[in-house]
């Protein structure tokens, strides 16, 4: 903690990784994501890849050593929702990646007084590009469905093509160790897709829990400051966009709105995302940096909270 606002780690041991996903996790109290790396880690890391909404779960049986009398039968267990945070970063046929290539200069911290979460990396690639990259994250206290990311690249020696992925992926399943019957495989795979569909540059990808039969909904649509080309693919689990963007510009500021939203809040849900994304997109993501500090600065004035450093 490098002062009382601001917490930083710039580790890239993996025991240190798992640690930070719960330190760097953005949440509002509706919905929470785990502070993961958006490209991933190497194959052989550990992770909990995670997104969590308040008060969303399934009904899954209680596994006992030894059961004895009266005891419950099932739980309720909240549920790793669609995963909305996986991007790619690529120039040419090289992804970027923290653990290949080389990081000349690397911060990573969240700021709590102004509530947002950034990553910033100076990354030269295998074959010796080199790029500035920025990534900020928030969930919105003002707008509680939405988890937003921003990313800010800068070419600092070459003019190539870049090209930026996002996936939003279904087919999650909640943390699972077989040692443990508390969180054994039996109740990782919770969710079912029933919804996967590209309109209009929105993405909307729906699924529906196993048991308990809750919907949640994740839309998404995406906002750069630079032209270029998107292609969207769907499969079964997941829908990715694909944006290329021309050669020639230095600067590319590209930001990823994602909205959720469930049936235990919404009678219709798929129709309420639909609303929020239309709306919440036309905010520049300055501004909903800007709203989160304000929200923030009323709550620490409201409150007899104090910090001490």
């Not at 002062?3 to 710039?10: A, D, G, R, T």
């Not at 790793?80 to 080389?102: A, K, L, R, W, Y």
């Not at 990354?123 to 010796?128: F, Q, R």
């Not at 906002?223 to 963007?245: G, H, L, P, Q």
Request: hydrophobic share 35%; aromatic share 12%; with cysteine.
């Amino acid at each position: 903690m490098i002062n009382e606002w601001i917490i930083e780690s710039n580790s890239l041991e993996n025991n240190d990784l798992l640690r930070d996903e719960s330190l760097f996790h953005v949440a509002n109290g509706y919905l929470g994501v785990r502070g993961n790396f958006e490209e991933g880690y190497p194959s052989h890391y550990s992770t909990i890849r995670g997104t969590l909404l308040n008060a969303f779960y399934d009904i899954v049986p209680i596994n006992y050593g030894e059961k004895g009398y009266a005891f419950p039968e099932t739980m309720q267990k909240l549920v790793n929702v669609i995963d909305t945070q996986t991007i790619f970063i690529s120039i040419n046929d090289e992804t970027f990646s923290m653990f290949q290539g080389e990081i000349k200069a690397y911060r990573r911290y969240i700021n709590m007084e102004k509530g947002y979460y950034r990553r910033e990396i100076n990354w030269i690639s295998p074959s010796g590009k080199e790029l500035n990259i920025c990534i900020t994250r928030v969930a919105s206290f003002t707008n509680l469905e939405l988890f937003a990311i921003n990313y800010e690249l800068e070419k600092v020696n070459f003019v190539d093509q870049v090209v930026i992925k996002s996936i939003i992926n279904g087919e999650v399943s909640n943390f699972s160790d077989d040692k443990d019957p508390r969180v054994a495989t039996g109740h990782s795979k919770l969710l079912d897709i029933c919804l996967n569909k590209v309109e209009d540059g929105i993405v909307r990808l729906g699924c529906i829990t196993k048991t308990s039969k809750q919907s949640v909904i994740a839309t998404s649509t995406y906002v750069s400051d630079v032209e270029c080309s998107a292609v969207y693919k769907s499969n079964e689990k997941s829908i990715e966009a694909i944006f290329r963007f021309k050669e020639g510009r230095d600067k590319i500021n590209f930001t990823q709105y994602n909205v959720y939203t469930d049936s235990r809040r919404f009678r219709d849900p798929i129709a309420r995302g639909q609303l929020l994304i239309k709306e919440l997109s036309k905010k520049s993501f300055e501004t909903i940096l800007k709203e989160q500090e304000e929200y923030l600065t009323n709550f620490w004035n409201s409150t007899d909270i104090n910090i001490v450093g």
